[in-house]
């Protein structure tokens, strides 16, 4: 697949293919959700779920920094939320984007 945009761009900034699916990580407290979404990114093409976490303090000491291209996450989990942990996934996963 290419980009829309250019036809010619066959890679992202960081050298991304565009063939490959966005890796994301799920992070929501509540499994039934979690599981939920994991399943659902994982039956499309363009997405796949590397990994999943019940809450962000958890899953901060476990992603490495080119683990995923997007942290989709609650704004609303315990200790750590989703907003509180911008600065800090900002900061160490510069290639990812976080979603909350």
Do not use: W, Y
């Not at 659902?40 to 490495?64: P, Q, W």
């Not at 683990?67 to 800090?88: K, S």
Request: hydrophobic fraction near 40%; glycine fraction near 6%; include cysteine.
């Amino acid at each position: 697949m290419q980009s829309i945009l250019n036809p010619k761009l066959t890679t992202d900034s960081t050298g991304k293919s565009f063939d490959s699916p966005i890796r994301v990580v799920v992070i929501e407290d509540i499994r039934e959700l979690r599981e939920g979404l994991q399943s659902l990114l994982n039956l499309t093409t363009n997405f796949k779920c590397v990994k999943s976490f019940g809450a962000m303090d958890e899953a901060l000491r476990f992603i490495e920094a080119d683990t995923a291209d997007l942290i989709l996450t609650d704004i609303g989990l315990p200790r750590l939320n989703g907003i509180e942990a911008r600065g800090f996934c900002a900061k160490n996963f510069p290639n990812c984007r976080l979603s909350c």
